[in-house]
T-cell receptor, first 114, second 109 residues
Framework: DVKVTQSSRYLVKRTGEKVFLECVQD?????MFWYRQDPGLGLRLIYF???????EKGDIPEGYSVSREKKERFSLILESASTNQTSMYLC?????????????FGSGTRLTVV | GQQVMQIPQYQHVQEGEDFTTYCNSS?????IQWYKQRPGGHPVFLIQ?????EVKKQKRLTFQFGEAKKNSSLHITATQTTDVGTYFC?????????FGAGTILRVKS
């Protein structure tokens, strides 16, 4: 089974802090994604990556950046955390397009910014 | 922009009743995916539909893809308490998978 592991289940940070959310997958998937989930809004794509050192903006990239130095690891960075970034953050991975396979999600990191 | 609308937002049913959630896209989709998220859990991939008019079944779950490939539905027959959770549809728009807001299903036993 594919495993997508997110480093923290719960995180509390202060406004203005730099926050790193880590995600590691163990199945050599090319594609990795960061979503945030808020009640009534579903899952919204922040950033995604097709390959090492490649990244593309999703629908809500403002206030975030990402890093993919190794294929298995995709990090989400909140440059200066704000209270409106309090949310559930979900990482996902998928092999290359063209295959009938859905996304595999991690367990999520619930981030609270105070 | 790309939109995936999902209704209803919330449904509370008696155990044994049927349940349906509907998904509509603003544009034609190459495929549609469905996910289930249990309370406190993360989304889990259920199925992908690709063909116009396609119908697939997984035990008590029936998934349909519309003829125009712009809408889809998930129907659960005789709900059980294990069906509780949020059901999401998702469609690809270019390089991105866009999710609907989800339908929260609660089952009264």
């Amino acid at each position: 089974d594919v495993k997508v592991t997110q480093s923290s289940r719960y995180l509390v940070k202060r406004t203005g802090e730099k926050v790193f959310l880590e995600c590691v997958q163990d199945m050599d998937h090319e594609n990795m994604f960061w979503y945030r989930q808020d009640p009534g809004l579903g899952l919204r794509l922040i950033y995604f990556s097709y390959d090492v050192k490649m990244k593309e903006k999703g629908d809500i990239p403002e206030g975030y950046s990402v890093s993919r130095e190794k294929k298995e690891r995709f990090s989400l960075i909140l440059e200066s955390a704000s209270t409106n970034q309090t949310s559930m953050y979900l990482c996902a991975s998928r092999p290359n397009r063209g295959r009938l396979i859905g996304y595999t999600f991690g367990s999520g990191t619930r981030l609270t910014v105070v | 922009g790309q939109q995936v609308m999902q209704i209803p937002q919330y449904q509370h049913v008696q155990e044994g009743e049927d349940f349906t959630t509907y998904c509509n896209s603003s544009t034609t989709l190459s495929n549609i995916q469905w996910y289930k998220q249990r309370p406190g859990g993360h989304p889990v991939f259920l199925i992908q539909l690709v063909k116009s008019g396609e119908v697939k079944k997984q035990k008590r779950l029936t998934f349909q893809f519309g003829e125009a490939k712009k809408n889809s539905s998930l129907h659960i027959t005789a709900t059980q308490t294990t069906d509780v959770g949020t059901y999401f549809c998702a469609g690809p728009y270019g390089n991105k998978l866009v999710f609907g807001a989800g339908t929260i299903l609660r089952v009264k036993s």
